[in-house]
């Protein structure tokens, strides 16, 4: 068989798609932009090129024959494939130089803002796209390309690479230490303060440290990181917090620190599903953020 009657051509797959998905050639028409006669004629001409009925005609109606479903079942897929891959090409081309990245707004704020300076010397012509995102990412929406989160890196169906420790460290604010001697068991008697994302932290440190975790008193849980260090300042309770985001904060004696930072089971990643992995700007964004990684214990 001539393999050109195999392969017809895309207009006549869309209007018997069409047709099929509504039973109906007006519809079809008004969904194509066409009128009922040319999308009839788009069927008759398919039919004949396949020497096979696809749709029986019922009253004013048209109803799919048995190989007309078996066949648009099939056709459905392969122009939604089809469709697909376009819009990976028009995305890919589109994002040679342009990348929409997430990120935890405060990683975003205090590790990762200050170093973009050295990414533009260096990329000039790629414009990052930044949008803050907190909990489950979901990459199908199409409105990021990456994300920079934080984890135990157990992503299966993306792609994770590691680009900082997490160190936890206790904080308090300076009218507290004014009054106590700060120390695990006076830590244990105050308010704690957690982040929702980890609320298991406190366990660990209590665990660590030799105390018993079944007499902790919890506090409020904050979303944001930056938020819960507030709270710490203004004197609501002690927080166990990442150490890279309050490093300066202990520096200028705003926030006090107890004893060293501790290694938490999470670390941060940037992650982007497999698909993306050949993103121009993602690539040269991947290997400027590796080259920028913190791997080690803080200083």
Same mark, same amino acid.
């Given at each position: 068989?001539?393999?050109?009657?195999?392969?017809?051509?895309?207009?006549?797959?869309?209007?018997?798609?069409?047709?099929?998905?509504? *039973?109906? +050639?007006?519809?079809?028409?008004?969904? !194509?932009?066409?009128?009922?006669? %040319?999308?009839s004629k788009q069927i008759q001409a398919l039919e004949k090129?396949?020497?096979?009925?696809l749709f029986t005609r019922v009253g004013r109606n048209v109803e799919l024959t048995a190989t007309g479903r *078996?066949? +648009?079942?099939?056709?459905?897929?392969? !122009?939604?494939?089809?469709?697909? %891959?376009?819009?990976?090409?028009i995305t890919y081309e589109a994002s040679d130089n342009t990348l929409r990245l997430a990120t935890l707004p405060t990683f975003g704020s205090k590790w990762l803002l200050p170093k973009l300076h050295d990414f533009y010397a260096k990329h000039h012509k790629i414009t990052l796209h930044i949008h803050s995102r907190i909990g489950a990412l979901d990459?199908?929406?199409?409105?990021?390309?990456?994300?920079?989160?934080?984890?135990?890196?157990?992503?299966?169906?993306?792609?994770?690479?590691?680009i900082q420790n997490e160190h936890l460290i206790v904080i308090a604010s300076p009218q507290q230490a004014q009054r106590h001697a700060l120390s695990p068991e006076w830590v244990a008697q105050q308010t704690l303060l957690t982040v929702a994302s980890n609320p298991e932290a406190w366990d660990s440190w209590f665990i660590q440290n030799q105390l018993?975790?079944?007499?902790m008193k919890k506090g409020p849980s904050f979303e944001l990181t930056s938020h819960l260090a507030q709270a710490v300042h203004s004197g609501l309770g002690v927080g166990l917090i990442p150490h890279i985001f309050v490093k300066e904060e202990i520096a200028r004696g705003e926030l006090l620190?107890?004893?060293?930072?501790?290694?938490?089971?999470?670390?941060y990643y940037l992650v982007y599903p497999s698909q993306h992995a050949n993103l121009p700007a993602l690539v040269a964004f991947k290997e400027w953020l590796l080259s920028q990684a913190h791997l080690c214990p803080p200083n």
């Open positions: 068989m001539n393999l050109r009657h195999l392969t017809p051509s895309m207009a006549l797959l869309v209007a018997f798609e069409s047709a099929a998905k509504h *039973q109906s +050639y007006t519809l079809a028409a008004q969904e !194509l932009f066409l009128t009922q006669s %040319a999308v090129r396949l020497g096979v009925h *078996q066949y +648009y079942a099939e056709i459905k897929e392969a !122009l939604a494939m089809i469709r697909q %891959a376009s819009l990976q090409a990459f199908s929406d199409r409105e990021i390309d990456a994300a920079i989160t934080v984890g135990e890196g157990n992503w299966p169906h993306w792609i994770a690479h590691p018993d975790p079944s007499g620190s107890l004893g060293e930072p501790i290694q938490s089971d999470r670390n």
